[in-house]
């Protein structure tokens, strides 16, 4: 293949964006909702300004440098915009086009191609990398009481001091799970994501807790690779296109209609829409990613639609209510349009009504290498974040994607003024659960 | 080009991060909502406070510098956008809410406070800021003052320029001044707040508002009728007023719009239904009953052919779907239409209709109209359909001058901007015209203050 020119790069470009160009009618609706702006008001981080200097940019009328890529660095890809814009202009995928652009025209910053590279791996060599990772990790960091989290002795390059970094499991929840439950029963294939398979292992023995107790067997394809969302929001699309394809093969065609369930909130927003999104007209993989997105639930969701509630119910052991409160994570209520399931879930496993903060549909300040990449305006919007949350005295926190966990996790810890445990909602289920 | 010294000293008065002049900056700074004006200014500047204000207009008045002010940037009219180039003032950050003062009705907050904000803050405490235009989500209040907005309330509670009391305002030359007060009767001096009140940001940077606010009415009631045409509808609309009965909210859908919506979302009209109102009354909960009954008889007494009540918050939502899904509905029509926004004496509204009618038969387009029937304000969408050739321009010429033989005004809800600057002699004329130009050149003498809106130079 002949290398395209820079004028063909940005031809392509132009034909990423133009539909959103179109749709945009710059009426500001969108300035409301973005946690950048809201931190820092001004018009280059709104998505129409975005959505506006792409276009100068793919025309030519703007130069690909340092100071154009940190307007678009500043997204959390929170898909805020989107889904409040009437017009239906989906910014964030402005933004990740945007990316692929400056990738290959500047390179991916160091920072964010490690967690990539790192991440694509094969998974013999991550679950190798894992296990002497958690030993290592425990000579490096000091543990932080009350959380199954760390945080660092020594100095690490771009990274601050303060920042809590979860616990490598031993080994890998995949390693441990293959399949639970017993066969003939009605059966679930669980999409882990790499937090739950690496790190926060217990959400996934949460969820095939619960569902095993419903009767409902938990398979856990082994080839199943991380989502791709790192990838993604760092401009590498060729590197998604490989994630993309080896889901498939794990994960598609499988025949009836078995559904695909996730406890991450951003890997079921990629599953359902963000391979979609870039590669839907790529014939047949995208047949195949059809198939995966048709399929695809988050568990609350999957609880609620797919579960008789009484059934659920009985599950549960009745208890004194716990006062929970409720963040909302980007990728499941602003992307997937998931709001009252995991409220629903919540309130069956405290016994009673969600003790509501403060905006609780506010992004938690993480997006992905946003947290790393632009510090200190992520930890701001996490410390809006946190006072909500705190100001609501609830006993836990619960939240329905491993990454908010982890933001939340290290917001109470840089906060005083709480010392509020977070867990998922499906932990909590399953806590709630008779012995 | 901006002169260096100017830069500079723009720079030390407001520190490097408030101000930008990068070229991507200046692409983000050159639109608001109106589909085509746009233009690049030189430089945007964020102040914080009116001292800033004042210091930024007295270094623009020396270097003879161009200022845009901009609130939310949701005008229709090309109002922020800086068609001659010079500096935009950004009032992003003048966001605060002083002070909510209950007793006396009235709150004191920044210009750049989004009204839905404003609204949120007092409905908190049993008050309404009534003001609801479609833009309430993101426009400032700031902008509303500037443009004079109106909103799906105005049939009973009227526009903002009802709800201002008294502002602060920092002029060209750097003078802070104040207009107004807190009191309900005030006729200390010239009443200078209207003159600010829609000025569109040509005399005067507002820094602070007093604005007035309502108790909120205990209860509403939402309810739509169908005619078989306008006219008729119209008819019921007197019959309405007849009976002493105020709506809240009187929005219509003609023909053309009915068709659209129902084709878009099926919301169950019949193909005899050319008109759709949609009603909203508020007030105590045990009298408006009665007023909904009043309003049913007197559409009966009219022909009307549907009549549906809300009975919950979700048939509420129902009815207003298909007002909602309106502009959603016309571009599945069209994805190319012209617009205009004006306004007629409200019993002027079918002879306004017919004559579109007219004129749509005349040039061979399409013409759909809806808005707010209870101000007289219609917003009319042209075209020529999906796949139609170009839109003849004298159509729409044809439209300004029935609206202004029917003694109705070019601009109703979006202003004049920089899209309308060279209709204004329609409604205006030389003498008032040579009037309004020397308040012009009495506030900004070097005409410095958002050139190229409103008017042209004299
Ligand atoms: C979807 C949509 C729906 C709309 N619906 C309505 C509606 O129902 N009714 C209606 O009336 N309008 C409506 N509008 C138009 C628009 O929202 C209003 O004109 C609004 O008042 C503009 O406010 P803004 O803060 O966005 O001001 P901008 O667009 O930023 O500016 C508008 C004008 O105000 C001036 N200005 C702004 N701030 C100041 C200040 N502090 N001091 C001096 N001048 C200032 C600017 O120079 C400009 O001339 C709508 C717009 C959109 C996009
Ligand atoms: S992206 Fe959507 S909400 Fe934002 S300005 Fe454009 S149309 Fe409006
Ligand atoms: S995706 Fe979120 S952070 Fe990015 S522009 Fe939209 S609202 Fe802002």
């Keep these: 293949m002949t290398k395209q020119t820079h004028e063909e790069k940005m031809a392509v470009l132009l034909r990423l964006v133009k539909n959103e160009v179109d749709k945009c009618i710059r009426c500001g609706e969108c300035r409301t909702v973005c946690p950048?702006?809201?931190?820092?008001p001004s018009e280059r981080y709104t998505a129409r300004g975005k959505i506006a200097i792409a276009e100068s940019l793919a025309r030519g009328d703007l130069e690909f440098n340092g100071h154009t890529r940190e307007l678009f660095d500043n997204c959390l890809l929170c898909t805020g915009c989107a889904s409040q814009c009437s017009s239906g202009a989906r910014a964030d995928k402005v933004v990740i086009a945007v990316r692929e652009a400056f990738a290959d025209e500047m390179g991916v910053p160091a920072l964010k191609k490690a967690v990539a590279e790192t991440l694509s791996l094969p998974r013999a060599v991550l679950d190798a990398g894992a296990r002497i990772g958690s030993v290592a990790q425990r000579l490096a960091f000091k543990g932080v009481p009350g959380t199954s989290g760390l945080y660092r002795r020594f100095a690490m390059p771009g990274v601050d001091k303060e920042q809590y970094v979860p616990q490598l499991a031993a080994k890998s929840f995949r390693n441990e799970v293959r399949f639970s439950g017993k066969p003939g029963?009605?059966?679930?294939?669980?999409?882990?994501?790499?937090?739950?398979?690496?790190s926060?292992?217990?959400?996934?023995h949460s969820l095939v807790k619960v569902l095993n107790g419903l009767g409902v067997s938990v398979e856990v394809p082994q080839e199943q690779a991380c989502c791709g969302m790192p990838m993604l929001a760092s401009g590498e699309a060729d590197v998604v296109r490989k994630q993309a394809e080896r889901n498939v093969k794990a994960l598609a065609n499988d025949g009836d209609d078995v559904?695909?369930?996730t406890a991450c909130a951003s890997c079921g927003h990629m599953l359902k829409h963000g391979y979609l999104d870039r590669f839907g007209d790529d014939g047949e993989l995208a047949a195949g990613l059809r198939n995966i997105a048709e399929r695809t639930l988050d568990i609350s969701e999957y609880l609620m639609t797919r579960v008789d509630r009484e059934r659920l119910e009985g599950l549960l052991e009745k208890k004194a209510p716990v006062s929970a409160t409720y963040h909302d994570p980007c990728h499941l209520r602003k992307a997937q349009k998931i709001v009252k399931e995991p409220r629903a879930v919540l309130e069956m496993a405290t016994g009673g009504p969600v003790n509501e903060m403060r905006r609780p549909e506010a992004c938690c300040g993480l997006g992905g290498t946003y947290c790393l990449a632009n510090m200190e305006r992520s930890k701001r919007i996490q410390a809006k974040k946190i006072d909500d949350a705190a100001a609501t005295r609830a006993d836990v926190m619960a939240t329905a994607c491993p990454g908010c966990i982890l933001q939340l996790r290290d917001g109470i810890r840089r906060n005083v003024g709480t010392d509020m445990p977070v867990k998922h909602v499906i932990q909590l289920l399953a806590e709630a659960m008779k012995k | 080009m901006l002169n260096q010294e100017f830069i500079n000293s723009l720079k030390q008065l407001v520190g490097e991060d408030r101000c930008t002049f990068s070229p991507e900056d200046m692409v983000a700074y050159s639109y608001d909502a109106n589909p085509e004006k746009r233009a690049k200014p030189e430089g945007v500047v964020s102040p914080m406070n009116r001292e800033e204000v004042s210091e930024i207009m007295k270094l623009a008045y020396k270097y003879d510098v161009f200022v845009t002010p901009r609130g939310g940037g949701s005008g229709y009219t090309g109002g922020c956008v800086p068609v001659e180039g010079g500096i935009v003032m950004a009032m992003d950050r003048f966001n605060r809410i002083l002070e909510v003062d209950r007793d006396n009705f009235l709150v004191i907050l920044e210009p750049g406070v989004v009204v839905k904000d404003l609204q949120a803050e007092v409905d908190k405490i049993g008050l309404m800021y009534p003001p609801d235009p479609a833009s309430t989500g993101f426009a400032t209040i700031g902008g509303n003052i500037a443009e004079n907005a109106g909103g799906i309330r105005a049939v009973k509670y009227g526009v903002t320029k009802q709800y201002v009391m008294g502002l602060e305002v920092v002029l060209p030359n750097g003078d802070i001044?104040?207009?107004?007060?807190?009191?309900?009767?005030?006729v200390a001096g010239y009443n200078l707040t209207e003159l600010f009140v829609g000025s569109e940001g040509t005399l005067g940077i507002i820094t602070k508002a007093v604005v007035k606010v309502v108790p909120k009415p205990e209860a509403r009631r939402t309810m739509t009728a169908t005619f078989a045409t306008l006219e008729k509808a119209a008819e019921a609309v007197s019959a309405i007023y007849a009976t002493g009965v105020r709506p809240a909210?009187?929005?219509?859908?003609?023909?053309?719009?009915?068709?659209?919506?129902e084709k878009a979302i099926g919301f169950g009209a019949k193909p005899e239904e050319g008109a759709l109102l949609l009603m909203e009354v508020d007030g105590s909960d045990h009298a408006l009953d009665s007023e909904v009954d009043k309003i049913q008889a007197a559409c009966e007494r009219c022909g009307v052919i549907t009549f549906r009540k809300a009975e919950s918050d979700e048939d509420r939502e129902d009815l207003w779907k298909a007002r909602r899904a309106l502009s959603f509905a016309l571009c599945e029509i069209a994805t190319e239409w012209e617009d205009d926004d004006v306004s007629v004496p409200i019993a002027r509204i079918p002879m306004m209709i017919r004559k579109l009618d007219e004129i749509a038969e005349r040039y061979n387009i399409i013409i759909a109209n809806f808005g707010h029937y209870g101000d007289g304000n219609i917003h009319i969408g042209m075209t020529t359909g999906k796949g139609g050739g170009p839109f003849p321009m004298q159509a729409k010429q044809d439209v300004v001058k029935a609206v202004v033989e029917l003694e109705g005004r070019i601009a109703a809800e979006h202003g004049i901007g920089c899209v309308k600057v060279e209709n204004l002699h329609w409604n205006i004329d030389e003498p008032t015209m040579k009037l309004m130009r020397s308040v012009k050149a009495l506030f900004d003498p070097k005409g410095l203050l958002n050139p190229g809106k409103v008017m042209l130079k004299g």
């Excluded at chain 1, 950048?36 to 820092?40: A, C, G, K, R, S």
């Excluded at chain 1, 009605?186 to 398979?197: A, D, I, Q, Y």
């Excluded at chain 2, 001044?177 to 005030?186: F, N, R």
């Design chain 1, 185 to 198: 029963q009605p059966r679930v294939v669980f999409f882990t994501g790499c937090m739950t398979n690496y």
């Design chain 1, 259 to 261: 559904a695909i369930v």
């Design chain 2, 177 to 186: 001044v104040k207009t107004g007060s807190k009191c309900i009767k005030d």
């Design chain 1, 200 to 204: 926060m292992t217990e959400i996934g």
């Design chain 1, 36 to 40: 950048v702006f809201d931190d820092t």
């Design chain 2, 249 to 261: 909210t009187l929005e219509f859908l003609d023909r053309i719009s009915v068709e659209a919506v």
